[in-house]
């Protein structure tokens, strides 16, 4: 009996950031002024899969035939190195149409799809359409004002597991599960240099998984101070303010509505499962440190089709309503680190 395991690791991630942070930003977010960028340069990605158990990216916007076409036999493999990730991921970026080449990693920058359910879906919808925002500028309060995020700020990677038995023959219903992610700064970076709490990994399969690195779940609801002017940033009804009146305090990021006007919804908060524990009600992975593997407490991502594949689309983040060692604006101290994600997945002992 074996427990097959398929494993994926983000190897390395870099950033490269642009000046400081001139202001301040208040409150318990971490979204720069509008003139400064944190942006990282992806740099490689590497998996591999044990004897029975198949990894492949499978990407369905690609034509017949190509490489990472479902036609394609010929792209399943064991071991899924480096530079196999970033041959996608530069093949993606050349895609023509616009919407085909959203998340090929050539950078990141702090993005948010806003609130988020750590067992849903993305939010898709409404401002979010087509893909998470970045970063917005003072005044900005509705995402819906809110820069796009650029195609290249984060990553979406469609992976495909396949089972086969002896046979080379699908092995169907059997059950997918995450066994490990591992959040890390690289190794070559200082402690202060730690990006790795601002990591958010969403599994997209049969079921829905969000991900990051202690389960913590920052705010995506405040008032802020983006324009430098003393105090939060306000509600101007118009360019020049000749009266003097006090304007309304405005509210950045999600709002619930109270007496017709937008205001704090301190229930607005990105939830995430905590990669730092195993097969809890707070980490529902499956734990293959033992020769059976343990799913008590674990969701599995999904089971095997007729012919033996599930598909896992991962999408990869940088959260920008996350602090960054306890502090609301995110330094230059940053730029150039580093970081890692590795993930592994397993299914139940086959015969």
Do not use: C
């Amino acid at each position: 009996m074996k427990t097959n395991k398929a494993k994926m690791i983000v190897a390395t991630l870099g950033i490269v950031a642009g000046a400081a942070t001139v202001g301040s930003i208040s409150g318990t977010v971490a979204w720069f002024q509008y003139n400064t960028r944190v942006t990282a340069a992806y740099v490689g990605t590497s998996a591999s899969v044990s004897r029975n158990l198949q990894i492949r990216i499978q990407d369905s916007n690609f034509d017949a035939g190509d490489y990472y076409s479902a036609t394609n036999e010929n792209n399943w493999k064991t071991n899924l190195e480096v530079k196999d990730i970033t041959d996608y991921l530069t093949e993606k970026s050349k895609l023509t149409d616009a919407a085909k080449k959203k998340g090929n990693g050539k950078k990141f920058a702090p993005v948010t799809f806003g609130k988020a359910k750590r067992n849903e879906v993305l939010p898709h919808e409404d401002a979010f359409a087509e893909g998470p925002r970045s970063n917005p500028m003072g005044g900005q309060f509705e995402y819906t004002s809110w820069a796009k995020a650029g195609a290249d700020e984060y990553i979406t990677i469609p992976l495909q597991v396949r089972l086969l038995n002896a046979a080379q023959a699908g092995m169907k219903d059997k059950s997918i599960y995450l066994t490990d992610l591992t959040l890390q700064k690289d190794s070559t970076e200082e402690a202060t240099k730690d990006l790795s709490s601002a990591l958010r990994v969403h599994f997209d399969s049969t079921s829905k998984q969000l991900w990051s690195k202690d389960g913590s779940t920052p705010v995506t609801s405040a008032k802020l101070d983006l324009d430098n002017d003393p105090g939060v940033d306000v509600i101007r009804d118009t360019r020049y303010n000749w009266s003097g009146v006090t304007y309304e305090e405005g509210v950045y990021g999600d709002a619930k509505i109270v007496d017709t006007k937008r205001a704090v919804d301190d229930g607005a908060v990105v939830e995430s499962y905590n990669a730092s524990a195993k097969n809890t009600a707070d980490s529902p992975m499956a734990n293959d440190e033992t020769a059976a593997l343990t799913t008590t407490n674990a969701i599995a991502l999904g089971t095997t089709n007729d012919s033996g594949m599930l598909d896992i689309k991962v999408t990869i983040w940088l959260e920008g309503w996350s602090l960054l060692g306890g502090s609301a604006i995110w330094s230059e101290n940053f730029a150039n680190s580093k970081f890692n994600v590795g993930m592994s997945f397993a299914t139940p002992n086959v015969d």
